[in-house]
T-cell receptor
């Protein structure tokens, strides 16, 4: 079956530091890949997505590239801010059988300090 | 994207009671989903709710415990029945805007449930 593996958290960084959150996946088909973000006390927001190999998703300074050869979709940001503190979820979408089912990673908590 | 609202946003309930959570979308969607997020955990899919048909439940979830209604293309409810403290979680609905935005799911703000 499908699975998503994320790096363990929490990740603590100083403001303006470079961020990488690793995500690898296992899928039987050709999934779409997503990063969702959950700010404290809120629901999930779509951060970015990529639907095929070598696609790069980007939003709010965050980027992730769909790497089929390494089955990875690592999230990066060049300079984090305190407001980026949240839990980040990597997910894949499998459209098998005509239903769009999301498989989530365990989430990585990011804490950004001044 | 879509604007998705949930009611209630949070609740504290007594063991043995039931709570119905509502999910409203500002556009017509075919597929809606219900997820559970236990404290400090990731999201687990409870069921898929398509308008006009019975909900499809994932392994470990049953209709008697989590009955779902889907009366039209903009609304769904999830009931958490005969609650126990283990049901304390955030419950989120999501919608699939396939056909408008591909296979992306958009989430509501969640309902934070505490069972005493």
């Amino acid at each position: 079956g499908n699975s998503v593996t994320q790096m363990e958290g929490p990740v603590t960084l100083s403001e303006e530091a470079f961020l990488t959150i690793n995500c690898t996946y296992t899928a039987t088909g050709y999934p779409s890949l997503f990063w969702y973000v959950q700010y404290p006390g809120e629901g999930l927001q779509l951060l970015l997505k990529a639907t095929k190999a070598d696609d790069k998703g980007s939003n709010k300074g965050f980027e992730a590239t769909y790497r089929k050869e390494t089955t990875s979709f690592h999230l990066e940001k060049g300079s984090v801010q305190v407001s980026d503190s949240a839990v980040y979820f990597c997910a894949l979408s499998d459209f098998t059988g005509g239903e769009n089912k999301l498989t989530f990673g365990t989430g990585t908590q990011l804490k950004v300090e001044l | 994207s879509a604007v998705i609202s949930q009611k209630p946003s949070r609740d504290i309930c007594q063991r043995g009671t039931s709570l119905t959570i509502q999910c409203q979308v500002d556009s017509q969607v075919t597929m809606m989903f219900w997820y559970r997020q236990q404290p400090g955990q990731s999201l687990t899919l409870i069921a898929t709710a398509n308008q006009g048909s019975e909900a499809t439940y994932e392994s470990g979830f049953v209709i008697d415990k989590f009955p779902i209604s889907r009366p039209n293309l903009t609304f769904s409810t999830l009931t958490v029945s005969n609650m126990s403290p283990e049901d304390s979680s955030i419950y989120l609905c999501s919608v699939d805007l396939a056909g408008m935005h591909g296979d992306t799911q958009y989430f509501g703000p969640g309902t934070r449930l505490t069972v005493l």
